[in-house]
């Protein structure tokens, strides 16, 4: 058997978003001879990153003081917040929670400021390999971290070796940092393994669709940030809104639907557009030009759903640990914190022990902490869960109590079990049209031949129990149309998965009611192209 290639580093990074990006930067400044990799499963740095994103700036001034000046992306400074409850036909102005103020915030493209923080780590003397995904965490005979393997190259849909095949390179380091975003798939089989979910919440997520639109002069109020809660959603499944008007009449519009939704029917991309055609949303998009979309899962369970960052040889960091602010709205800012304590860490201890309670008592930690009860608050409603999260906010998060997060996938109701309320959905007409088209909007890009990297492990559940129970709801869940359920000549049903559709969501892997469903990268480079989300 052919030996794998071997390449050695003092610290490895898996994952090019800000909190990997930011991690090999402060390592490189702390100690300009380590040796730092960073490995990114897509084309190029930046076209897997998708956020909403506003970029509370203060941990990026202190990292890179001058990057207001040097670097050239979207940068657009916030000006004004609104906050308003939707009904089906109205708009109603609501008092701005605190954690929604953006004064002093900018807004951003993540797939332009990961590009350029790529760049700005290069110049540093950091190895930079885009279009190589990590498959496996490896082990040393102590059972500690010592890297990874990448993903074999040129495999045939059967698995067979292509002409074109290549075996994945292991690269090996005394510290990994695993930095993959939300629902990782290396941070799932390291927080199994070594069991660092222990004592805590189940995580819990929400599932984020993006557009940036054209828009006919005069509509644009730049810096204007607006959020909205309510309609076309009912008042017990958690999600909301968000525009951000940008520069040159764009605007980047989106919506979040918390995968805790009880409804088996529910589309979260129907929600999505229905939310365009809310009479207020219309007026904005008519006439206007969709430039690109995409979609993302998002990690909501916050302080209590955190698991021990810290394992033998390696340090979870980012969305792959779950430090986003889903309160804000934010989590570039945590991620990039979170890198940079992690490099400052190790640069100071040299290992990987105790950065689980540095990180906890840290100001990114502190933060999720007085905000822990505001998203479990809304499961009994929208009403009860502004109140509370007034509470909340009003108290500074020293309540007593921590209030518990339920797993998505054990959220989802049965057929049998669930009414689905009348939610008055209007027939629509705005761009896309549906998913297949929205993925158009996403630069998609994987090879039909390769190998299918969504692993279902029993296919007979989806075709009788699934279907029978829950309608197969992977049909709906997926905003990218990758589940399919085909009727057989004889009547049966049959899965099919459209895999090349793949945005790399990973909502699949997390609100599959079975368990089922297991998301595992497909071969480097493949996925969507986000340029200026």
Same mark, same amino acid.
């Given at each position: ?14 994952? *090019?978003?800000? *909190?990997?990006?930011?991690? *090999? ?21 930046? *076209? ?73 780590? #290069? ?16 082990? =040393? ?110 605007? +980047? ?7 805790? +939704? ?15 055609? /809310? ?87 502190? #933060? ?11 499961? /009994? %409603? ?51 049209? =549906? ?73 699949? =892997? ?16 493949? %996925?969507?192209? +986000?340029?200026?989300?």
């Amino acid at each position: 058997m052919t030996e794998r290639e071997k390449m050695h580093y003092d610290h490895l990074v898996v994952g *090019a978003g800000p *909190a990997g990006l930011a991690c *090999a930067i402060r390592l490189k400044q702390l100690n300009p001879d380590a040796t730092v990799c960073v490995l990114e499963k897509a084309a190029t740095i930046g *076209a897997h990153s998708i956020s909403g994103a506003v970029l509370e700036p203060d941990v990026l001034d202190t990292l890179l003081p001058r990057w207001r000046d040097q670097y050239t992306g979207m940068q657009i400074a916030a000006t004004q917040d609104e906050f308003r409850y939707l009904t089906r036909s109205q708009s109603y102005r609501l008092p701005l929670p605190p954690p929604l103020r953006n004064h002093g915030n900018v807004i951003v493209s993540l797939s332009q400021l990961t590009s350029w923080l790529g760049s700005e780590a #290069e110049a540093l003397g950091v190895d930079v390999f885009a279009g190589f995904a990590a498959v496996a965490p490896l082990y =040393d005979p102590q059972g500690s971290v010592m890297g990874v393997q990448m993903g074999d190259m040129g495999l045939n849909a059967d698995g067979s070796e292509g002409s074109q095949f290549s075996l994945g390179v292991e690269i090996l380091a005394h510290t990994t940092l695993i930095a993959e975003g939300c629902r990782g798939s290396l941070a799932k089989q390291l927080i199994q393994h070594f069991k660092l979910d222990t004592d805590t919440c189940p995580p819990t997520f929400g599932l984020g669709f993006k557009e940036l639109w054209q828009l006919p002069a005069g509509r644009v109020k730049t810096g204007l940030i607006q959020h909205s809660a309510g309609w076309p959603l009912d008042n017990s499944t958690y999600g909301g809104s968000f525009l951000y008007h940008l520069d040159q009449d764009r605007v +980047y519009i989106g919506f979040v639907v918390g995968l805790d +939704y009880e409804d088996p029917r529910l589309i979260p991309f129907e929600a999505f557009q229905q939310f365009k055609h /809310h009479p207020t949303i219309r007026a904005l998009l008519d006439g206007g030009e969709l430039l690109s979309a995409g979609a993302r899962t998002i990690a909501t369970g916050g302080w209590q759903s955190l698991p021990k960052l810290e394992m033998p040889g390696a340090l979870l960091i980012g969305d792959s640990a779950g430090t986003l602010n889903v309160a804000k709205i934010k989590g570039i800012h945590q991620a990039i914190r979170s890198g940079v304590e992690a490099a400052e860490h190790l640069a100071k201890t040299g290992t990987s022990t105790g950065f689980d309670a540095v990180w906890r008592a840290s100001v990114g930690g502190r #933060e999720l902490f007085k905000v822990r009860n505001i998203k479990p608050g809304f499961k /009994h %409603g929208f009403w009860r869960g502004f109140i509370n999260g007034a509470i909340e906010t009003i108290s500074g998060g020293r309540m007593p109590w921590t209030l518990q997060h339920q797993a998505d996938a054990t959220r989802l109701k049965k057929l049998s079990d669930y009414t689905a309320p009348d939610r008055q959905w209007v027939a629509r007409d705005l761009p896309p049209r =549906d998913r297949l088209a929205s993925v158009f909007f996403a630069n998609n890009t994987h090879e039909e031949t390769q190998p299918v990297h969504l692993k279902v492990s029993d296919t007979s559940i989806c075709e009788t129990q699934c279907a029978r129970e829950f309608g197969n709801p992977c049909e709906r869940f997926c905003p990218a149309g990758v589940y399919e359920m085909l009727t057989d000549p004889n009547g049966g049903k049959r899965l099919h998965i459209n895999a090349a559709n793949c945005v790399h969501c990973k909502a699949c =892997d997390i609100k599959d009611p079975y368990g089922n469903i297991t998301w595992t990268p497909a071969e480097g480079g493949s %996925g969507p192209n +986000y340029q200026d989300l």
